[in-house]
């Protein structure tokens, strides 16, 4: 395993459109987290999967956005009826169990652009 | 709002010097971790510290944490132009989640 995977690596789209990305974690994890980092700024934490439970959501994720882990394994995320201030870069990363949050491993990234 | 703080937002040293970031923030933590982020590109985990230790190394990186003060700081030495890059605090305050501060924008010249 070469470590988390993420596709499209860059997507251009008109507003209005939806777009969807995918998530391939590191397979042993059961942990994966999506988060939003605009140009300037850090990570901003989207949403967080233990196995295929959606167990955390945060409040910067509008009605729009949706994602899912189905089986456990890879994860999407989902943007309905984009809107140019979506353009952003969407990180995925993925970590092992435990107590506390560890580690955690990063994608390339999926950036997204809204025309 | 975001956790962690970081000091200063930008550095530019010469190769060689070193650098050093500083992270504050806000509430009780089970660890803090340091990131790296290369432009355009993904965040590299460099280092993790717990709320019970003070200070950790990993290579030409050294990492201190106190608790009391809520703060913890990133110290390169020898920089390379190499570690041109962002540099990011992180922590667990908020659940099975970390929270990142702003980052800081290390320029090494060469």
């Known amino acids: 395993d070469t470590g988390v995977s993420q596709d499209p690596r860059h997507k251009i789209t008109k507003r209005g459109q939806n777009v969807t990305f995918r998530c391939d974690p590191i397979s042993e994890h059961n942990r994966l987290y999506w988060y939003r980092q605009t140009l300037g700024q850090g990570p901003e934490f989207l949403t967080y999967f233990q196995n295929e439970a959606q167990l955390e959501k945060s409040r910067l994720l509008s009605d729009r956005f949706s994602a899912e882990r189905p089986k456990g394994s890879f994860s999407t995320l989902e943007i309905q009826r984009t809107e140019q201030g979506d353009s952003a870069m969407y990180l995925c990363a993925s970590s092992e169990p435990g107590l506390s949050t560890g580690e955690l491993f990063f994608g390339e990234g999926s950036r997204l652009t809204v025309l | 709002s975001q956790q962690g703080e970081e000091d200063p937002q930008a550095l530019s040293i010469q190769e060689g010097e070193n650098a050093t970031m500083n992270c504050s923030y806000k509430?009780?933590?089970?660890?803090l971790q340091w990131y790296r982020q290369n432009s355009g590109r993904g965040l590299v985990h460099l280092i993790l510290i717990r709320s019970n230790e003070r200070e950790k190394h990993s290579g030409r990186l050294r990492v201190t944490l106190d608790t009391s003060k809520k703060s913890s700081s990133l110290l390169i030495t020898a920089s390379r132009a190499a570690d041109t890059a962002s540099y990011f605090c992180?922590?667990?305050?908020?659940?099975?989640?970390?929270?990142f501060g702003a980052g800081t924008i290390l320029r090494v010249k060469s």
């Open positions: 509430t009780s933590i089970n660890n």
């Open positions: 992180a922590t667990d305050a908020y659940g099975n989640k970390l929270v």
